[in-house]
């Protein structure tokens, strides 16, 4: 499967960005979709996942509360969507294909997706 995030920009704290990544190959249903983040000089971190049904989720600590991921397997798409955000988010946003799980479930483990997306870049001003 093939992955193209868009949705990244600059961002005022306390703003909101709508993320989104397009799935091509597969049957997009077949994959629980990830959202990670990396900043320069730092590791990879998990943001958020989408069950491929869609039915579950799972956030990382610093987001919860501030972000919504849904899924359309219609539209062979993911959104994430972020609130409040704070200059702590600036990241390049990765979304990540996993083709091992079962349909209500989620990981937040890297190393589990298979398929990365390009990333894209989200600047939060102080």
């Known amino acids: 499967v093939q992955l193209q995030a868009s949705g990244g920009g600059l961002a005022q704290a306390g703003g909101s960005l709508r993320l989104s990544c397009v799935a091509s190959?597969?049957?997009?249903?077949?994959?629980?979709i990830g959202w990670f983040r990396q900043d320069p000089g730092k590791e990879r971190e998990f943001v958020g996942a989408?069950?491929?049904?869609?039915?579950?989720?799972s956030y990382a600590d610093s987001v919860k509360g501030r972000s919504t991921i849904s899924r359309d397997n219609a539209k062979n798409t993911v959104y994430l969507q972020m609130n409040n955000l704070k200059p702590e988010d600036t990241a390049v946003y990765y979304c990540?294909?996993?083709?091992?799980?079962?349909?209500?479930?989620?990981?937040?483990?890297?190393?589990?997706?298979?398929?990365w997306g390009q990333g894209t870049l989200v600047t939060v001003s102080s």
């Open positions: 190959g597969r049957t997009f249903s077949s994959y629980a």
């Open positions: 989408v069950s491929r049904s869609g039915g579950t989720t």
């Open positions: 990540a294909a996993d083709d091992g799980t079962t349909w209500n479930s989620v990981q937040e483990m890297a190393a589990r997706y298979d398929s």
